[in-house]
C-alpha cells in the first residue's frame, strides 16, 4: 500500500505527462492523444515507482526490468515518460513528430531515442517481442521483469494469441502484459467494430493468471501492479485487463473514439491544459 | 580456377548443411539459440536441440510469433536463428519481419529451406518464388542463397559474425556438392573460370546447372565467364563489373521469379554502370506445381538447356 503523498506525487507526475501529451500533439497537427491520456496513469506508476530500470539506457536490459509499447501510435505518453524520468532531454519532445527528430510518430529504434527496444506501430507484434526478451531472462538467470502494454482493438490481431498460447505454454511468470480496456478503437466501440467478447475468459483459458484494475485510479493501478509483480515466478504469465477511458483527464477528449487520432486546435489545446496542472514544468514549446 | 576444377564430391542437401552448420556455431558461440515452427525434421535442426536443449524453442505453428520472440532474444544479446519453410519464413511473417526485426536492426537470421520449386511434390503452395524479392527490399537486409551442402554450411557459421539481419535462404533436394576447400565470405562471389564470350552469374541451386551448361558450352567452343554469386545483397558489384568487362554479355541464373531476384540485382547494377545484354533464366511471372525438382526445373526454364540457350541469346545480341 503507498502513502497518500506518494499516490498524490505519481498524479502530480500524471499531470504534467498528461501536458506534454496533449502539447506534444498540438505543436505536431498529428498523434493520438487519446490512448495517451488513458494509459498516463498507469504509465507513470512503472516508470516512476514499478519499474526497477535504468535511464542511462543500454538495449540489452540486463538486470533491469524492461517495457516494451505494443501499440505504438500512443507514443507521446511514453515519450513524456522516458524524458521525464531521464532517458532525454525534455526539450526534445518538441521535436514529436518533426523532421530528423528521434521522436517518430510512432517508436522506433532506428534514431536510437534512448528506451525504445524495438519499433512498434504495426499492431500485434509487442507480445511476441517481449516474451522473447523474457526467454533470454529465464536463459540468462535474470530475475527481472518484461512489462508490455497493448491496446484492446490490438487482441483483433492474431499474432497476439500466437504469443499468449507460447507464453503460457513456457511458463514465461517474468512478464506481466496489460491491456489498455478503454473499449474504443479508431472505426468506433469494439463492441460494434468485432467484440473481444469474454475478454477475460479467453485469457484465462489461455492459461494466464487474470487480473482487473481501474487505470485511470492511481491507487488502484499501483496496487494492481504491485499485486501483478508479487504473482510473478509462479508458472504463470500475468495480464491486466486494465479498464481506461480513452482521452481520460480532458474532458471533451474522455469516453470516445473520436479523439484517437486527432490534434488538438489552439483553443481546444487550452481548455485541456486549464484542467491539468503543471507539476514539472513544460518543456519549451518548438518553433513553428 | 576453370571448370575443370570443379569436382562433385558427393550429394546432400543444402538443408543438411544448415543443420551442421547451425550445430558447429552453437558450439563456437554460446549466444546462438535457435527457433523452430513444428518443422524440427525438415530444418534438420535436430542435433542442435540435442546439443543445447536449453538454447532451442519449439514455437510451433506460429511463425508471426516466432520471429518477435527472435526479435525479443536478439535485444537482450542472443543471436538468434528461426528455422521454418522459405514460404513460411517471408510471405507469412513479412511485416513481422520489416518492423520488429529489420526497421528495429535486430540481430536474427532468418533460415529458410524449401524455397523453390526443387521442393517437388508439395507444390506452389510451398515453393515460393518471391522470397528473394521481398527481402532484398528491405533496408539493411543481408539476402544470401547459397548453392551447394558446403557452402550452406559455411554460410550458416559466417552469419553469426555478422551483425544485422540475414534472410539465408536452402533447399530440400539431395544435391551436388563442389564447393568443398571454397572460401566463404558474404559478399564476395566466387569466380568459377574466367571466359571471354559470355557472363554466367547464378546463385543457389541453379550452380550447379550453370556449371552443367558451361561444360557443354566449352565443348561448343564458348568461353564462359563463370561467377557464383551467394550473397544477393550486398551484391558483389566488382566481380560482376570486371566479367562483364571481358564478355560484353551476361545471363543470370536463379530459382526464383525473374522479378525482384538475383537477375533484376544485376540488371540495376548494370543500367546504372554498363548496359550490355542479359538473359534472364528464371520464372517467368508462374507458380510452380507438383512434380520431381529436376522435372520443375526443367519445365520452368530452369535446366542447364535453359542456361545454354540463354547464353547463345545473350551472344548473339551483343
Known sequence: MQSSAELQKLEQIASQVRRDIVRMVFYASSGHPGGSLG??????????????????????????????????????????VLARSGYFPIEELASFRFINSRLQGHPATHEGLPGI??????????????????????????????????????????????AAMYAAFNKLDNIIVTVDWNGQQIDGPNDKVLSLGDLKGKWISFGWDVMEAQGNDMKSIVEAVSDAKSRTGNGKPIVILMHTQMGFGVDFMMGSHEWHGIAPNAEQ??????????????YPAPKL | ????????????????????????????????????????????????????????????IAEANMMGLAAGL??????????????????????????????????????????????????????????VGMMKMLPGMTVINPCDYEQTRLATIAIAEHHGPVYLRFGRPSWPIFTEGMPFVIGKGIQLQEGTDVSIIATGHLVWKAIEAARILSERGISVDLINIHTI??????????????????????????NGGLGDSVAQLLALNKPVPQEYVAVNDSFGESGKPEELLEKYGMGKKDVVSAALKAISRK
Open chain 1, 269 to 282: 489545446l487550452e481548455k485541456a491544459l486549464a484542467q491539468l496542472p503543471e507539476s514539472l514544468g513544460d
Open chain 2, 233 to 258: 545483397k550486398p551484391l558483389d558489384t566488382e566481380i560482376i563489373l570486371n566479367s562483364i568487362s571481358r564478355t560484353g554479355c551476361v545471363v543470370t541464373a536463379e530459382e526464383h521469379q525473374r
Open chain 2, 74 to 131: 536478439a535485444t537482450a544479446g542472443k543471436i538468434p536463428y528461426t528455422g521454418t519453410f522459405a514460404n513460411f519464413s517471408t510471405g507469412r511473417v513479412y511485416d513481422q519481419i520489416r518492423q520488429s526485426i529489420a526497421y528495429s536492426d535486430k540481430n536474427v537470421k532468418i533460415c529458410a529451406s524449401h524455397a523453390g520449386v526443387t521442393l517437388g511434390e508439395d507444390g506452389a503452395t510451398h515453393q515460393i518464388l518471391e522470397d
Open chain 1, 39 to 80: 494509459c498516463a496513469d498507469f504509465m507513470t506508476s512503472l516508470f516512476f515507482h514499478q519499474m526497477n530500470h535504468n535511464p542511462s539506457f543500454k538495449m540489452e536490459g540486463k538486470n533491469e526490468d524492461v517495457f516494451f509499447l505494443s501499440n505504438g501510435h500512443i507514443s507521446p505518453v511514453f515519450y513524456s
Open chain 1, 117 to 162: 527496444r524495438v519499433a512498434s506501430g504495426s499492431l500485434g507484434q509487442g507480445i511476441s517481442v517481449a516474451a522473447g526478451m523474457a526467454l533470454a531472462k529465464k536463459l540468462d538467470k535474470d530475475p527481472s521483469l518484461v512489462y508490455v502494454l497493448t491496446g484492446d482493438g490490438e487482441l483483433q490481431e492474431g499474432q497476439i494469441w500466437e
Open chain 2, 1 to 60: 580456377m576453370t571448370l575443370n576444377d570443379i569436382k562433385e564430391t558427393g550429394k546432400k542437401a543444402t538443408r543438411d548443411g544448415f543443420g551442421d552448420g547451425l550445430l558447429a556455431v552453437g558450439k563456437s558461440n554460446n549466444s546462438v539459440v535457435a527457433l523452430c515452427a513444428d518443422l524440427l525434421g525438415s530444418l534438420k535442426m535436430g542435433d542442435f536441440k540435442k546439443e543445447f536443449p536449453e538454447r532451442f524453442f519449439q514455437v510451433g
